[in-house]
């Protein structure tokens, strides 16, 4: 097997059937990313619900400024990237999505449980992500805590692979580089 391949596939804890023909099982790697894809998704959701339902109020009352203020402080973010700063006009705006998930779950001040898809009412001051509950927040610190631990198994396998790939790819880049440029390495 290519180990460039089996690196990526140690890495995302993923099983393969046999050579060539992987399975994408659902690996802790695998299923952090989904849960990150599916919290971006959630935040343009919310950003444009908010964002339709400042530009309808605004459509019957266009010279209101309190609107105008909050159509052009809409945050992009359902939680923000840093510690709310009380002359922050994005986090001032008093528009709440009107919204439901994919399980019925209407949207709360943050948008939906990173964790469990609850509304979010919450958020965690550490990964800035939203939450429902501390019981949550912490099964997320968990859940990053195991992710940024070395592979169980063939642990110096692994390292050992991970450098050869390193290697390999790097000669790769330097190939492609010289084609760039008429130089060969
Ligand atoms: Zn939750």
Same mark, same amino acid.
């Given at each position: 097997m290519n180990s460039t391949f089996a690196a990526v596939l140690d890495q995302m804890n993923m099983d393969y059937v046999d050579i060539g023909s992987p399975t994408m099982k659902d690996g802790p790697v695998e299923r952090y990313i989904g849960s990150c894809l599916r919290h971006l998704v959630d935040d343009v959701c919310i950003y444009n619900q908010k964002k339709v339902e400042v530009e309808t109020d605004l459509k019957e009352d266009p010279e209101n400024d309190n609107l105008k203020f909050e159509l052009e402080h809409i #945050? +992009?973010?359902?939680? #923000? @990237?840093?510690s709310l700063d009380p002359n922050d006009g994005n986090y001032r705006v008093t528009y709440a999505a009107d919204l439901e998930n994919e399980r019925g779950n209407p949207a709360g001040l943050f948008g939906? %449980?990173?964790? %469990?898809? +609850?509304? @979010?009412?919450l958020y965690c001051k550490d990964t800035r992500v939203p939450v429902c509950s501390v019981d949550c927040k912490l099964k997320h610190a968990e859940e990053l805590e195991n992710l940024a631990k070395? #592979?169980?198994?063939?642990e110096v396998l692994a390292t050992t692979m991970y450098i050869d790939d390193a290697l390999e790819i790097f000669e790769y880049l330097c190939k492609m580089s010289g084609k760039d440029t008429g130089y060969v390495c």
């Open positions: #945050p +992009l973010r359902s939680v #923000p @990237a840093s939906w %449980c990173f964790m %469990c898809r +609850l509304s @979010a009412n070395p #592979p169980k198994t063939q």
